[in-house]
């Protein structure tokens, strides 16, 4: 379920801490977590779908953000492995969150499936580094089923 809109969020940002730079930097606000995570937005979207495009990005004050689970993911992940790693979670959040920010009556990827990825790479993480390539990979295979 989507809580909280952009525009509310920017609102809300402006009247409590001042106007925000930008969207990202309201929605670190609500949320206390850092806006220093980059990513790019795909232009394809519409301007509601690109807002809820920031929020799987960010988060929310209900849910980390994609950026969030790969900061700490990579925080876990050997340098040699870094630069793949990486690439291959930015892939992913990509391909879910162009998904999961379009309108509820026609997007495939819930919010409870968003809660278990993120669960899955962030427990695999935490308790089995060496098998997060392979995670990864199987999140993907789910991703693409479900698109399918």
Do not use: C
Request: charged share 20%; net charge neutral; proline share 5%.
């Amino acid at each position: 379920m989507k809580f909280i809109g952009l525009g509310m969020a920017i609102l809300f940002s402006a009247l409590v801490y001042g106007t925000p730079a930008s969207a990202s930097d309201a929605q670190a606000a609500l949320t206390g977590r850092s806006s220093t995570h980059r990513y790019e937005i795909p232009e394809n979207l519409s301007a509601d779908e690109k807002s809820w495009f920031m929020v799987f990005q960010e988060g929310n004050i209900l849910a980390m953000g994609w950026q969030e689970i790969t900061s700490e993911i990579m925080a876990r992940t050997p340098p040699e492995k870094q630069p793949e790693q990486k690439l291959a979670l930015d892939t992913l959040g990509k391909k879910i969150g162009m998904e999961w920010s379009r309108p509820n009556k026609v997007r495939k990827v819930s919010t409870s499936m968003l809660q278990e990825w993120g669960d899955i790479l962030r427990n695999t993480a935490k308790k089995n580094p060496q098998q997060l390539t392979q995670a990864i990979a199987h999140i993907d295979q789910q991703v693409d089923a479900v698109l399918d």
